[in-house]
């Protein structure tokens, strides 16, 4: 299983990003895949996430500005790509993200729920 993010970089407060994942070889039709991210000195936290039946849950403080979905593999139930569109972003904001996945229900539960990570992308918002 490999997951592999882009889209990190560096952007004024109020700018977007759009965060991109790409999953290979988790042949899972019941699944949960999502974003987490990890500012220094903090611990990891859930951003967001979404499981096979394209049902989101967003971290509270996030949920309006950060917007999760996925593409699946083609004719398949598994996922593929996993994407974050991040607006008005905040300098708090500013974290390294990565992407995850796990059993369905690792949604709702804890970053140690999930299975597989990739290895982050930096994001850095400058005020």
């Known amino acids: 299983v490999q997951l592999v993010e882009s889209g990190g970089g560096s952007v004024q407060a109020g700018g977007s990003l759009r965060l991109s994942c790409e999953v290979s070889?988790?042949?899972?039709?019941?699944?949960?895949v999502g974003w987490f991210r990890q500012a220094p000195g903090k611990e990891r936290e859930e951003v967001a996430t979404?499981?096979?039946?394209?049902?989101?849950?967003?971290?509270?403080?996030l949920q309006g500005r950060f917007i999760i979905s996925q593409d699946k593999a083609k004719n398949t139930a598994y996922p593929k790509t996993l994407y974050l569109q991040m607006n008005a972003l905040k300098p708090e904001d500013s974290a390294t993200y990565y992407c995850?996945?796990?059993?369905?229900?690792?949604?709702?539960?804890?970053?140690?729920?999930?299975?597989?990570w990739g290895t982050g992308t930096l994001v850095t918002i400058s005020s």
């Open positions: 070889g988790y042949n899972y039709q019941l699944y949960c």
């Open positions: 979404i499981d096979n039946y394209d049902r989101t849950q967003y971290a509270r403080n």
């Open positions: 995850a996945a796990g059993p369905s229900f690792a949604c709702g539960g804890s970053p140690g729920d999930m299975d597989y």
